[in-house]
């Protein structure tokens, strides 16, 4: 753990740092158990992309580049609980509800069992669902009608966690086609379809977000658009 500069905040270096902390503030060994297994999920065969690994990769970008922006403690608590429960259920068969919508009834379920309180656990709901990018029209006309606001005036933690959740987008081509291929195993890991079916979805997708604005609060958003659109568009050029 480090002593971040800002309001004394201690950050974790990685998500089982941050739950065994967690674990033994608890004053159960039922809680305890109920929390440290909440990674198993993320331990599934299947996950070759939405792993521990990921968790982590957010966590890292989050201390690196966005933790002078977090204003407390306990904000930097729900942040962390919202990346553990962002993808804790990846459930393609159910077509009702999506994964964000699945995930954050989960978080709820667990978070009151360990005694959170009702703001905090409302908290996380929210940033989890937020998340959600098949409704990603929400998360544009979020900003475009706060655009002459200070980022600070409205929720930045929702924002920060969606900008986490991408950092992949902006790593060097290598790596990002990497994780290209990652997630398209996945899908087809968790899914009976054709390949080529998977390579338009996938393709839409990144199309989509070549109009999209992701990174609003880093300090060097503007750079990072130009890699994130320099990635995609690279990858749609070869594939």
Do not use: G, P, W
Not at 21 to 35: R, T, Y
């Amino acid at each position: 753990m480090n002593i971040a500069t800002n309001n004394y905040i201690t950050t974790y270096n990685n998500i089982n740092e941050f739950i065994d902390e967690l674990a033994i503030s608890l004053d159960d060994n039922n809680k305890a158990i109920k929390l440290l297994s909440c990674l198993d999920n993320y331990k599934e065969q299947k996950r070759s992309y939405h792993n521990i690994n990921h968790l982590n990769e957010m966590i890292s970008f989050l201390n690196k580049f966005y933790i002078n922006k977090i204003k407390t403690k306990q904000d930097y608590q729900i942040l962390l609980l919202a990346i553990l429960f962002h993808d804790i259920v990846y459930n393609y068969d159910d077509k009702q509800q999506s994964n964000e919508e699945l995930s954050a009834l989960y978080a709820k379920e667990v978070l009151k069992e360990l005694n959170f309180n009702e703001q905090i656990i409302n908290r996380v709901i929210e940033i989890i669902l937020f998340t959600d990018y098949q409704n990603k029209s929400n998360y544009n006309s979020y900003f475009s009608k706060n655009q002459n606001k200070t980022i600070f005036n409205y929720d930045y933690l929702k924002t920060i966690i969606v900008e986490l959740d991408f950092n992949s987008f902006v790593k060097d081509y290598d790596n990002f086609y990497q994780t290209t291929q990652l997630v398209k195993q996945e899908f087809l890991n968790f899914n009976n379809i054709d390949d080529t079916i998977d390579n338009s979805k996938q393709k839409r997708f990144m199309k989509r977000l070549l109009s999209e604005k992701i990174f609003y609060i880093n300090e060097d958003s503007l750079n990072l658009e130009k890699i994130k659109n320099q990635n995609i568009s690279l990858f749609l050029s070869l594939n």
